[in-house]
């Protein structure tokens, strides 16, 4: 990974709380994005994508379930719910729907870290991070983090859409994504996509990326199926 320090989302409405979590998360030289409530989170991860969220489950307007499931409909990050409710149901509910771990307030720091620690471990080996810097070859890289690509050196900026579609793509280059799991997952909450707006988006990622949009080198259409990214990364996964 390019990127020296993973970044976490923390969502608690529970002010002292959230801040004391946020200050022993800086001190262990994490990135941290915090908000108050489901809504205010998700208007974070549209622009900046966290690798890991911390969600209450108890919030107002929003409960860390709900947002649990917004959010894994365009990213897929893992996920600890922090919550006061203790009985089985609910802890056996958000483990097998929600989250990937789940741990019970109050709880140890020490104990939080490591569970934290050993999600990332575990869902990142050998995988592509979301802030990733990803270099495809000699004329191209994806910064992720920096919400950019570098083609032969300059600047490109990229849209949130077309980040998250290159990111579903690069999770698994020379292998083709359907067009119905683009549509599921670089689509943010409150949006919208369709096969028209989706041939858009691949249109104006080509212009960007491509030496010739209309003879694609990387983003390639696979026909009947949706499309692919068909150059192995040199560096970054």
Do not use: C
Request: charged residues 25%.
């Amino acid at each position: 990974m390019a990127r020296s320090r993973w970044r976490i989302l923390v969502a608690d409405d529970d002010m002292i709380l959230r801040r004391t979590l946020v200050s022993q998360l800086l001190s262990d030289d994490f990135e941290v994005m915090s908000a108050a409530d489901g809504a205010e989170a998700l208007k974070l991860v549209e622009d900046t994508w966290p690798d890991l969220a911390l969600l209450d489950l108890m919030m107002p307007g929003m409960t860390g379930f709900e947002l649990s499931e917004r959010l894994r409909r365009y990213i897929e990050i893992p996920i600890i719910i922090l919550t006061s409710i203790s009985d089985e149901a609910t802890t056996v509910e958000g483990l097998e729907k929600y989250a990937d771990d789940y741990v019970t307030k109050p709880f140890r720091y020490a104990e939080l870290r490591a569970r934290i620690n050993n999600l990332l471990a575990k869902s990142y080996e050998g995988g592509l991070h979301p802030g990733e810097h990803v270099v495809i070859d000699d004329t191209l890289a994806i910064n992720f983090g920096q919400h950019a690509a570098i083609k032969h050196g300059a600047y490109i900026t990229l849209e949130p859409i077309e980040l998250r579609i290159l990111y579903l793509l690069l999770q698994t280059p020379a292998t083709p994504v359907p067009t119905t799991t683009l549509l599921r997952k670089a689509w943010g909450y409150g949006e919208e996509g369709d096969q028209s707006s989706l041939w858009v988006r691949i249109r104006s990622l080509r212009r960007k990326l491509e030496d010739d949009p209309s003879n694609p080198t990387y983003l390639q259409t696979a026909r009947g199926i949706g499309y692919v990214w068909t150059v192995q990364p040199l560096r970054g996964l």
